[in-house]
Each structure stands twice: as C-alpha cells, then as structure tokens.
C-alpha cells in the first residue's frame, strides 16, 4: 500500500545581513559530498537547537535573549 506523505509546513521569516551572513558561514558544515546545504538547512537546525535550548530551560533562555534584545 502506496502512502501520501504529508506535505511540511512552512513559515517565512525576514533577518537582516548579519544573520544571513551567519547562516551562509555555516552552510559548508551542513553541507554532504552528494548535497549541497541550503538556508533552509542550517535555519531548521538552529530552530530545532532552539527550542530544546528553552524547553530544558525556559527561563535561563529568556534571560539570554535578553542580552540580545537591546
């Protein structure tokens, strides 16, 4: 029996030169000998990071970001 995989949602997000720059400096370590990594890669990967960082602990991570919000 043929399965139909359900298609991923998507989000779309605007960052600044900084943080492409960032994102672009690490797609040679997402990067595969057969695939060549895509933004989407590396931002997935820091998203997932992301949120185990604040599901271990909420609030230490609220405090970081703090440090970044100004």
Do not use: C, N, W, Y
């Amino acid at each position: 029996m043929k399965t139909t995989k359900t298609p991923a949602e998507q989000i779309s997000v605007r960052v600044d030169d900084a943080i492409l720059l960032r994102i672009d400096a690490l797609l040679p370590i997402f990067s595969e000998p057969a695939r060549d990594a895509t933004r989407s890669d590396v931002l997935r990967a820091a998203i997932l990071l992301g949120l185990a960082h604040f599901e271990h602990d909420p609030e230490g991570a609220k405090r970081e970001l703090t440090r970044f919000a100004g």
